[in-house]
């Protein structure tokens, strides 16, 4: 075996071992919420020692770092595969499906553009290389869908607006809809569906006189 062929093996088992760590972390964190997240727990769980933690990640917060990056890689794919669709509200609807699934993985513990800009003002706390991925994520998919809400079919619903304004307003609906109906207890106290909410957003806020 080459030295070069050595390091590509040592360089994927690394990998693997991180993704497991990450993978273990978010079950913790699906089942049992953010607090049971500590890299003591993660350790425990993954079946390794705390210290073997400490060679993959500084803190935990780089952990919820790598599962924000790995599910908002998932969302800026999906929402790649819409943006050429004709029908730009059937767009904004499957993207905001899209979004669900992204929601239901990772959204509904971890507020994405809170935790970039709390993350920002601690200076030392999490790699710097991670943040700027996460960042360079987030625009991407804030990019995707600027580019539906350029479409043309757009222009009357949006009167005016410039599309790079309207697009904290659609990331507000997708969240906010997410937030009413999928997150537990309010969710199953309320009854609301996100399928028909979304629906029912979109026909007064979108539809056409």
């Known amino acids: 075996m080459t030295i070069k062929r050595f390091m590509e093996l040592r360089k994927a088992q690394k990998e693997n071992r991180r993704q497991t760590i990450v993978e273990v972390a978010e079950e913790i964190l699906t089942t049992k919420g953010i607090d049971a997240v500590t890299i003591r727990s993660v350790a425990k769980a993954a079946g390794l020692s705390v210290g073997s933690i400490y060679m993959y990640f500084k803190n935990k917060e780089e952990l919820f770092l790598c599962m924000l990056l790995g599910h908002l890689e998932k969302l800026d794919k999906a929402f790649a595969s819409r943006i050429q669709g004709e029908d730009a509200l059937q767009v904004l609807k499957a993207m905001a499906n899209d979004y669900k699934d992204y929601y239901l993985a990772c959204g509904r513990h971890i507020n994405v553009i809170g ?52 697009i904290p307003v659609m990331w507000s609906i997708m969240t906010g809809v997410a937030e009413l109906t999928l997150t537990s207890p309010r969710g199953n106290q309320s009854g609301f569906d996100f399928d028909r909410v979304l629906d029912d957003t979109m026909h007064i806020l979108f539809k056409k006189d």
């Not at 991670?130 to 625009?139: I, P, Y």
């Not at 991407?140 to 043309?152: D, F, G, M």
């Not at 079919?153 to 309207?166: D, F, N, T, V, W």
């Open 115 to 166: 935790y970039l800009y709390e993350q920002r003002n601690q200076a030392g706390e999490i790699n710097p290389t991670l943040l700027n991925d996460l960042e360079t994520l987030l625009a991407s998919v804030l990019a995707k869908t600027q580019v539906v809400l350029e479409n043309p079919a757009m222009a009357p619903i949006l009167k005016g607006l410039e599309a790079s304004r309207a």
